[in-house]
């Protein structure tokens, strides 16, 4: 499984983690919008803003995979800790990238909101007597 | 992994099998994921006073398995290698340093060079031929056509297209350019497809 969330258990057919793996990459974009992380802090943001818990083992392949794909270029850093950090900054093409899925995000989004709208407002359907 | 175990064996240990399961990445990516990995179980130690060996094995059940680490990496290079850009200089400088390998990737070089300069001429020509009108444009002096700026003291040939380049050039000139890019990120896709099957 990618991801953990240990506030909801997952659904029977893991529809719930396969809907946060999707998004993963746009939230990894998001949390270096503002300025560069390194990776626990990216794990925190992301727990922080959104309450989005991420497992450690995937967070680091993507990032590998977003610095090869050039969205994002890593740096050591010495933090006084006494280890190294490595910061990840988007490019520019990692800021263009990230826009764009933010785009499509709200998108589809606002359509899956109407979609379930009726689901979630109503509760009720032509079956029901009353 | 029992928590009893000294913590730093047990992070070398750990990072043993990931190099292993890392199999044949090239090393300085290797030596780059080893050491993120690394620094990301001292970071967890770092904001711990105390139970280190806790610490090393909360964290390493949290990346999983070494196996399962490296393949999560295998998985997501796949993925990076699929997405070829469509911006035009890195496109030729992916199929450029493609054709240093290969009869392939010289021919995938000639088809991108090709598909640009005509999208490219086209496109100029359109541009141009409202002010050079008797210069520009296609050109048959058999056998060969020829596109582009002709001397004025060439008689041979005979202009094709006439006013009709500007449309056409205007048409024909993008479609060029992006199915050479289509065509071109294709070939690429399919070649990184290729490489990755051999790790």
Not at chain 1, 97 to 122: G, H, L, N, Y
Not at chain 2, 7 to 35: M, N, V
Not at chain 2, 41 to 52: K, M, P, W, Y
């Amino acid at each position: 499984m990618y991801m953990a969330n240990k506030s909801q258990p997952p659904a029977p057919d893991n529809w719930d983690a396969q809907l946060r793996k999707g998004c993963l990459e746009l939230a990894i974009l998001a949390s270096l919008w503002a300025e560069p992380l390194y990776g626990l802090a990216i794990l925190r943001a992301l727990l922080g803003r959104g309450g989005m818990e991420v497992a450690e083992g995937t967070l680091y392949p993507i990032l590998n995979r977003l610095r090869i794909d050039g969205l994002v270029t890593s740096e050591w850093r010495d933090a006084g800790t006494g280890h190294p950090r490595k910061y990840y900054t988007l490019t520019g093409p990692g800021r263009a990238k990230a826009r764009e899925m933010a785009a499509a995000w709200s998108a589809f989004s606002a359509q899956m909101d109407e979609i379930v709208s009726a689901v979630r407002t109503k509760g009720k359907h032509h079956g029901d007597t009353n | 992994m029992a928590t009893q175990t000294d913590p730093r064996s047990q992070i070398e240990r750990y990072l043993l099998r990931l190099r292993a399961a890392l199999g044949r990445l090239p090393d300085d990516e290797k030596a780059e994921i080893l050491s993120d990995i690394r620094n990301h179980i001292e970071e967890r130690l770092s904001d711990a006073a105390e139970g280190q060996a806790e610490i090393v094995t909360e964290t390493i059940a949290a990346l999983g398995s070494p196996e399962s680490l490296a393949e999560s990496y295998h998985r997501e290079r796949l993925m990076a290698r699929a997405s070829v850009s469509a911006a035009p200089t890195a496109l030729l400088h992916a199929t450029f340093q493609w054709a240093l390998t290969g009869l392939r990737g010289f021919l995938a070089f000639l088809v991108l060079l090709l598909g640009y300069s005509l999208g490219l001429g086209f496109l100029v020509c359109a541009l141009l031929k409202p002010f050079l009108w008797n210069h520009v444009g296609l050109w048959l002096d058999p056998p060969a056509f020829s596109l582009g700026y002709i001397s004025p003291d060439w008689h041979g040939a005979r202009e094709l297209l006439g006013w009709w380049i500007i449309p056409i050039g205007y048409t024909v000139g993008p479609l060029f350019l992006i199915w050479t890019t289509r065509l071109v990120q294709c070939l690429l896709r399919r070649r990184s497809a290729h490489s990755m099957e051999a790790l």
